[in-house]
Structure formats: C-alpha cells, structure tokens
C-alpha cells in the first residue's frame, strides 16, 4: 500500500492560533487529496479535499495547501479554536483505486 | 438520519469466540469499507468492497471475514478472537471511485479479555 506520510504527531496551539499540519506522498496516479477530522468516539469526518488542478482551497478557517511537483499538501486552521481539538489525518487516492490512504493523524489541542 | 451505522458500538469477549459487526449505509454508495483503528489511531484498511469486487488487504488475517447481503450492508465476521483483536472497527462508505470520499460509521470499539 502506498504511503502518506504525516506530520506532526501532535501539535498544542493556543486560542487563536495557526495550526498547520502536513501531509506527503509518493504515487503520483493521487488524485484527490481530503482531509479527516475525527472526535473522540466518533468516526472520522470529511474536513475539507482538494484536487491536483487547484493550489490551494479554502473553507471557512480552513485551507488546504497543495504542492504537485513536491507531491506534498496541508492543512492550515486559521484562528483556532479550541473546539477545534480533535485528530486530523490527511488521505490520499485516485479515481482508479477503491482503498484511500491515509497518513497516521495529527492530534491537535488548541488551548483556550 | 444516521448515514453509516454501525453496532453494536462496544463488544467485549473472551478470546476464541466468534463475533459479527453489522453495518448498514443509507447514502446509496456503491463502494464500503473495513478499517481498524489501533491505540495509536492509525487507521488501516481491512477491506474494500463493491457490487463486483472485493480487495483484501495482504496483511488482513484469514479469521477476518466481510460478508455483504446486499449494496446498503457489509458486515464484518471474525473468527477465534485474540487479544491483539482489540481495536476500534470502522465501517465507512463511498460512491464507486477511489476520488470520492468517505463516509464512517462511530465504530465498534472491540475489546478481547
């Protein structure tokens, strides 16, 4: 299966703050990039996606980054929110394959 | 309405049981799916199925076993538990395609004594 590596691990901001979490990969057949939010005991959420025609997306307080020649995204979460702590994790996949990857989660505090 | 659900939501049991997980999707995807998630929250993919084809995952041991009734289902069986068995269970849905995304289920949170 092919990778999708994420970092960090972890990640403790303050109220307010920017948040920034990065994703890399290595198959360049990816063709659509979202990234998860997931709260403890539920299952992950569609956050935000984007795909290798744009630079970068934005919703709200969050943006994705994307890179094509570096084969590397992220997610940026502008101004955040404690309510914003939960794990995040990056995914990665193409129209010719059923199996997403995905990269092994951020856990992102955000303190008041 | 819940989109993917999943039960039950805990399941505790005794190593060498048998136990199923159900899950039903109401979004009328075409595509479903099996993760695990360890303590570490890694999420691996388990299984991908739809109405022609069912990818298993190499590493996936032959205990574990998708069954699928019909497109809205895909249940989970899993023969002579073992401890490293705990985890939470992910069921989760997509239209066919790989650029689609995912649905999931709150899980099932496994527990092997």
């Known amino acids: 299966q092919q990778q999708v590596k994420q970092s960090p691990q972890s990640l403790i901001v303050q109220k307010g703050g920017i948040s920034i979490i990065n994703c890399a990969y290595e198959?360049?057949?990816?063709?659509?990039f979202p990234w998860y939010q997931q709260f403890p005991g539920k299952g992950p959420a569609l956050l935000i996606a984007i795909r290798p025609d744009v630079s970068e997306k934005k919703e709200g307080r969050f943006t994705i980054s994307f890179n094509k020649s570096a084969k590397q995204f992220s997610l940026h979460i502008m101004d955040s929110q404690p309510g914003d702590s939960a794990t995040y994790f990056c995914?990665?996949?193409?129209?010719?394959?059923?199996?997403?990857?995905f990269g092994r989660g951020t856990s992102l505090i955000v303190h008041p | 309405d819940t989109a993917v659900s999943q039960t039950p939501k805990y399941l505790v049991t005794q190593m060498g049981n048998d136990k199923s997980i159900k899950c039903e999707q109401n979004l009328g995807h075409d595509t479903m799916y099996w993760y695990k998630q360890d303590s570490k929250k890694f999420l691996k993919i388990m299984f991908s199925y739809n109405n022609k084809e069912l990818i298993i995952n190499e590493t996936v041991p032959n205990r574990f076993s998708p069954k699928s009734p019909d497109k809205a289902h895909l249940n989970l069986h899993i023969n002579s538990l073992e401890l490293g068995d705990s985890a939470v269970y992910f069921c989760?849905?997509?239209?066919?395609?790989?650029?689609?995304?995912?649905?999931f289920g709150n899980g099932t949170r496994l527990t092997v004594t």
């Open positions: 198959n360049t057949a990816f063709d659509y």
């Open positions: 995914a990665s996949s193409s129209g010719g394959s059923y199996i997403p990857t």
């Open positions: 989760a849905s997509s239209s066919t395609g790989g650029n689609s995304p995912l649905h």
